[in-house]
């Protein structure tokens, strides 16, 4: 449920885009201006969350430790991928692109690819440094 004016808040405004950007405009004014709660079928459906599990923190664990095989930097590249997107997903801001732009060169600089490439090449798993 989501409760803000249940409490009397009114709900960051960067929040409610987020929301309307994934669930839609509709179903974002349903949630916040009723405060009912929704099961986790109707969250599934609605994109809420991204996956129902009768063992959450062993599913959190197990894409946890799938994410930490990764190549780090390429991860934190990524992840400031996606935060920037949500901020803005037409990426206006040139500072932001460029910023983007050079973590993503720097990448193809970085001794985890070609670790990563080898490991392809050799069908074994990459073991990344962060470098």
């Known amino acids: 449920a989501m409760t803000p004016c ?4 009114i709900y960051r405004s ?7 950007a994934r669930i839609g ?20 459906r609605l994109g809420v969350v ?5 063992e959450p923190l062993a599913l959190a664990r197990s894409w946890a430790e799938a994410m930490a095989l990764n ?11 996606l935060a920037a997107i949500e901020r803005d997903p ?9 910023r983007l732009h050079r973590q993503r060169v720097a990448a193809f600089a970085s001794a ?17 440094e962060g470098d």
Do not use: M, N, Y
């Open 90 to 98: 037409t990426l206006r801001d040139p500072a932001v692109r460029q």
């Open 14 to 20: 960067e929040g409610l885009q987020r929301f309307v």
């Open 50 to 54: 991204d996956a129902v599990h009768p």
């Open 71 to 81: 190549a780090p930097f390429a991860v934190a590249g990524v992840r400031a991928a």
């Open 6 to 9: 249940r409490l009397g808040l």
């Open 25 to 44: 405009l509709q179903a974002t004014r349903r949630l916040f201006l009723t405060g009912e709660p929704i099961d986790a079928a109707e969250a599934l």
């Open 112 to 128: 985890d690819l070609r670790r990563g490439l080898a490991a392809a090449h050799t069908r074994t798993k990459p073991r990344f």
